[in-house]
Protein backbone atom coordinates (compact mmCIF):
# COMPACT_ATOMS: atom_id res chain seq x y z
CA UNK A 1 0.00 0.00 0.00
CA UNK A 2 0.82 3.49 -0.86
CA UNK A 3 -1.29 5.42 1.62
CA UNK A 4 -1.47 9.37 0.92
CA UNK A 5 -3.76 12.22 1.07
CA UNK A 6 -3.42 12.66 -2.94
CA UNK A 7 -4.53 16.73 -2.78
CA UNK A 8 -4.10 15.48 -5.89
CA UNK A 9 -2.24 12.93 -7.25
CA UNK A 10 1.07 13.48 -8.89
CA UNK A 11 3.77 11.53 -10.48
CA UNK A 12 5.98 11.15 -7.59
CA UNK A 13 3.72 9.34 -6.14
CA UNK A 14 3.24 7.23 -9.33
CA UNK A 15 6.79 6.51 -10.09
CA UNK A 16 7.12 5.55 -6.55
CA UNK A 17 4.08 3.58 -7.04
CA UNK A 18 5.46 1.45 -10.09
CA UNK A 19 9.21 1.10 -9.00
CA UNK A 20 7.97 -0.44 -5.99
CA UNK A 21 6.34 -2.56 -7.90
CA UNK A 22 8.95 -3.60 -9.80
CA UNK A 23 11.55 -4.04 -7.54
CA UNK A 24 9.84 -5.85 -4.98
CA UNK A 25 7.92 -8.19 -7.46
CA UNK A 26 4.74 -7.38 -5.60
CA UNK A 27 1.37 -8.18 -7.01
CA UNK A 28 -0.14 -4.97 -6.73
CA UNK A 29 -0.05 -1.47 -5.11
CA UNK A 30 -2.90 0.20 -3.86
CA UNK A 31 -3.18 3.72 -3.65
CA UNK A 32 -4.97 4.43 -0.69
CA UNK A 33 -6.25 7.88 -0.44
CA UNK A 34 -7.16 8.75 3.22
CA UNK A 35 -10.42 9.74 4.04
CA UNK A 36 -9.31 12.13 6.81
CA UNK A 37 -5.68 12.59 7.20
CA UNK A 38 -5.72 13.36 10.91
CA UNK A 39 -2.23 15.00 10.42
CA UNK A 40 -3.48 17.51 7.43
CA UNK A 41 -7.30 18.56 8.60
CA UNK A 42 -7.44 21.68 10.54
CA UNK A 43 -3.78 22.89 9.09
CA UNK A 44 -5.21 23.48 5.44
CA UNK A 45 -8.61 23.00 3.24
CA UNK A 46 -8.83 19.30 2.00
CA UNK A 47 -10.15 18.71 -1.19
CA UNK A 48 -13.32 16.25 -0.42
CA UNK A 49 -12.19 12.47 -0.37
CA UNK A 50 -14.77 11.65 -3.25
CA UNK A 51 -13.03 13.77 -5.58
CA UNK A 52 -9.33 13.06 -4.39
CA UNK A 53 -10.11 9.45 -4.89
CA UNK A 54 -11.77 10.25 -8.20
CA UNK A 55 -8.44 11.70 -9.44
CA UNK A 56 -6.68 9.00 -8.44
CA UNK A 57 -8.97 6.43 -10.33
CA UNK A 58 -8.53 8.48 -13.18
CA UNK A 59 -4.71 8.67 -13.07
CA UNK A 60 -3.88 4.93 -12.44
CA UNK A 61 -6.38 3.50 -14.66
CA UNK A 62 -3.95 2.56 -17.58
CA UNK A 63 -1.22 1.51 -15.45
CA UNK A 64 -1.23 -1.99 -14.49
CA UNK A 65 -0.55 -3.40 -11.38
CA UNK A 66 -1.14 0.06 -9.35
CA UNK A 67 -5.25 0.59 -8.59
CA UNK A 68 -6.84 3.12 -6.30
CA UNK A 69 -8.46 1.78 -3.23
CA UNK A 70 -11.08 3.50 -1.65
CA UNK A 71 -10.80 1.36 1.89
CA UNK A 72 -10.39 4.32 3.78
CA UNK A 73 -12.78 6.37 2.00
CA UNK A 74 -15.77 3.82 2.51
CA UNK A 75 -14.18 3.43 6.24
CA UNK A 76 -15.17 6.92 6.47
CA UNK A 77 -13.73 9.06 9.47
CA UNK A 78 -10.48 9.85 10.20
CA UNK A 79 -8.20 7.44 8.30
CA UNK A 80 -5.57 5.42 10.29
CA UNK A 81 -2.81 3.27 8.65
CA UNK A 82 -3.28 0.83 11.52
CA UNK A 83 -6.48 0.32 10.65
CA UNK A 84 -6.20 -0.30 7.18
CA UNK A 85 -3.46 -2.86 7.37
CA UNK A 86 -5.73 -4.37 9.82
CA UNK A 87 -8.76 -4.49 6.92
CA UNK A 88 -6.36 -5.93 4.47
CA UNK A 89 -5.10 -8.41 7.08
CA UNK A 90 -8.37 -9.78 7.07
CA UNK A 91 -9.07 -9.33 3.39
CA UNK A 92 -5.96 -10.75 1.83
CA UNK A 93 -5.23 -13.51 4.30
CA UNK A 94 -1.30 -14.45 4.18
CA UNK A 95 -0.71 -11.65 1.86
CA UNK A 96 2.32 -9.90 2.60
CA UNK A 97 2.14 -6.30 3.47
CA UNK A 98 4.63 -3.54 2.06
CA UNK A 99 3.99 -0.24 3.38
CA UNK A 100 5.38 2.26 0.88
CA UNK A 101 6.61 6.00 2.34
CA UNK A 102 8.52 8.82 0.79
CA UNK A 103 11.76 9.82 3.31
CA UNK A 104 9.66 12.36 4.44
CA UNK A 105 7.15 10.64 6.47
CA UNK A 106 10.01 8.10 8.10
CA UNK A 107 10.67 11.49 10.71
CA UNK A 108 6.50 10.71 11.67
CA UNK A 109 5.96 7.51 12.12
CA UNK A 110 6.20 7.17 15.92
CA UNK A 111 3.54 9.68 16.12
CA UNK A 112 1.43 7.69 14.00
CA UNK A 113 -1.98 5.68 15.54
CA UNK A 114 -1.24 2.37 16.77
CA UNK A 115 2.04 2.38 15.29
CA UNK A 116 3.41 -0.85 17.13
CA UNK A 117 0.45 -2.84 15.14
CA UNK A 118 1.79 -1.34 12.13
CA UNK A 119 4.74 -2.29 12.26
CA UNK A 120 4.87 -6.07 13.09
CA UNK A 121 2.04 -6.07 9.98
CA UNK A 122 4.51 -4.89 7.52
CA UNK A 123 7.25 -4.52 5.48
CA UNK A 124 8.04 -0.71 5.21
CA UNK A 125 9.39 0.43 1.93
CA UNK A 126 11.06 3.96 1.92
CA UNK A 127 11.32 5.63 -1.28
CA UNK A 128 14.07 8.78 -1.67
CA UNK A 129 12.41 11.70 -2.25
CA UNK A 130 14.33 15.07 -3.47
CA UNK A 131 14.23 17.58 -0.52
CA UNK A 132 14.19 14.65 2.28
CA UNK A 133 17.58 13.25 3.69
CA UNK A 134 18.14 9.37 2.72
CA UNK A 135 16.72 7.46 5.25
CA UNK A 136 19.37 5.18 7.50
CA UNK A 137 18.06 1.97 7.50
CA UNK A 138 20.90 0.59 9.99
CA UNK A 139 20.49 0.05 13.97
CA UNK A 140 21.13 3.57 14.56
CA UNK A 141 19.12 5.15 12.37
CA UNK A 142 14.99 5.79 12.83
CA UNK A 143 13.74 2.62 11.35
CA UNK A 144 15.78 0.12 13.28
CA UNK A 145 12.71 -1.53 14.95
CA UNK A 146 10.95 -2.24 11.62
CA UNK A 147 11.45 -4.45 8.95
CA UNK A 148 12.81 -1.83 6.00
CA UNK A 149 13.99 -1.67 2.92
CA UNK A 150 14.43 1.61 0.75
CA UNK A 151 14.36 1.19 -2.84
CA UNK A 152 15.93 4.52 -5.35
CA UNK A 153 13.32 5.75 -7.41
CA UNK A 154 13.73 8.22 -9.92
CA UNK A 155 14.02 11.78 -8.15
CA UNK A 156 10.74 13.47 -9.28
CA UNK A 157 10.76 17.33 -7.21
CA UNK A 158 7.15 17.67 -6.69
CA UNK A 159 4.87 17.83 -4.17
CA UNK A 160 0.84 18.08 -4.00
CA UNK A 161 1.31 21.70 -1.86
CA UNK A 162 3.11 23.16 -5.31
CA UNK A 163 0.53 21.62 -7.32
CA UNK A 164 -2.55 23.12 -5.61
CA UNK A 165 -0.47 26.67 -5.86
CA UNK A 166 0.01 26.34 -9.68
CA UNK A 167 -3.37 24.75 -10.30
CA UNK A 168 -4.93 27.70 -8.09
CA UNK A 169 -2.44 30.41 -10.00
CA UNK A 170 -3.03 29.12 -13.39
CA UNK A 171 -0.44 27.54 -14.22
CA UNK A 172 0.61 24.11 -15.66
CA UNK A 173 -0.03 20.59 -14.19
CA UNK A 174 1.15 19.20 -17.16
CA UNK A 175 3.81 16.48 -17.10
CA UNK A 176 3.29 16.64 -13.27
CA UNK A 177 -0.04 15.02 -13.01
CA UNK A 178 -1.58 12.20 -15.59
CA UNK A 179 -3.33 14.24 -18.20
CA UNK A 180 -7.07 11.65 -17.34
CA UNK A 181 -6.57 13.13 -13.88
CA UNK A 182 -6.00 16.61 -14.75
CA UNK A 183 -9.16 16.01 -16.95
CA UNK A 184 -10.88 15.20 -13.74
CA UNK A 185 -9.75 18.02 -11.87
CA UNK A 186 -10.93 20.09 -14.38
CA UNK A 187 -13.89 18.38 -14.72
CA UNK A 188 -14.77 18.80 -10.61
CA UNK A 189 -13.62 22.32 -10.71
CA UNK A 190 -10.71 21.20 -7.99
CA UNK A 191 -7.89 23.43 -7.24
CA UNK A 192 -10.30 26.16 -8.86
CA UNK A 193 -9.22 29.54 -10.92
CA UNK A 194 -8.75 27.76 -14.04
CA UNK A 195 -7.90 29.85 -16.43
P1 LIG B 1 1.52 17.52 0.40
O1 LIG B 1 2.46 18.52 -0.18
O2 LIG B 1 0.10 17.96 0.40
O3 LIG B 1 1.97 16.90 1.69
P2 LIG B 1 2.66 15.30 -1.04
O4 LIG B 1 3.17 15.60 -2.40
O5 LIG B 1 3.66 15.15 0.06
O6 LIG B 1 1.53 16.32 -0.69
P3 LIG B 1 1.19 13.10 0.08
O7 LIG B 1 -0.18 12.71 -0.31
O8 LIG B 1 1.42 13.82 1.36
O9 LIG B 1 1.80 13.97 -1.16
O10 LIG B 1 2.17 11.86 0.02
C1 LIG B 1 1.79 10.52 -0.02
C2 LIG B 1 3.05 9.64 0.01
O11 LIG B 1 3.81 9.84 -1.20
C3 LIG B 1 4.01 9.97 1.15
O12 LIG B 1 4.59 8.74 1.60
C4 LIG B 1 5.07 10.83 0.50
O13 LIG B 1 6.31 10.77 1.15
C5 LIG B 1 5.15 10.21 -0.90
N1 LIG B 1 5.57 11.18 -1.91
C6 LIG B 1 4.93 12.32 -2.26
N2 LIG B 1 5.58 12.98 -3.22
C7 LIG B 1 6.68 12.24 -3.51
C8 LIG B 1 7.77 12.40 -4.44
N3 LIG B 1 7.83 13.48 -5.24
N4 LIG B 1 8.73 11.46 -4.48
C9 LIG B 1 8.66 10.38 -3.63
N5 LIG B 1 7.65 10.16 -2.75
C10 LIG B 1 6.68 11.07 -2.68
MG1 LIG C 1 3.08 15.10 2.07
Known amino acids: MLGGTFDPIHVGHLVAAVNA??????????????????????ERPVTPAADRLAVVEAAVASTPGVEAS??????????????????????HPGAEI?????????????SWERVDAVRSAVTLVVVNRPGSHPVDLGPAGPVATWR???IEVPAREISSTDLRERAATGRPLDYLVPEAAIRVIRERGLYASWR
Open 148 to 150: AVA
Open 70 to 91: AIEVERGGVSYTADTVDELCRL
Open 98 to 110: YLVVGADVVAGLD
Open 21 to 42: RDALALDRVLMVVANEPWQKVG
